[in-house]
């Protein structure tokens, strides 16, 4: 694949890892639920950003030639895990 494909994903990436990050400030400043079933949702939903933000940037960090995007992928990568 082409270098292309790997910055998009990259993007695409950063994109829904700025997205989980958001949800759970978001979830952090919230007064606490009752509902442990919805709270369970929530976390969960954003549990599931997480992974996906790590898989893609874990495959742009294996393909990825260009040494200092690497070093940066490399620190999302760590922080998303």
Sequence with gaps: MSNV????LWLEAKKVSSEA??????LQNEEPQEDK??????LSEIY???IIASN??????????HP??????RKLLDGCL
Excluded: G, M, P, W
């Design 5 to 8: 494909t790997y910055n998009n």
């Design 21 to 26: 990050a958001a949800s759970d400030t978001f």
């Design 37 to 42: 079933i919805a709270f369970h949702n929530a």
């Design 48 to 50: 599931y950003k997480y």
């Design 56 to 65: 893609k940037l874990n495959e742009c960090y294996d393909q990825i030639v």
């Design 68 to 73: 200092q995007k690497r070093i940066l992928i």
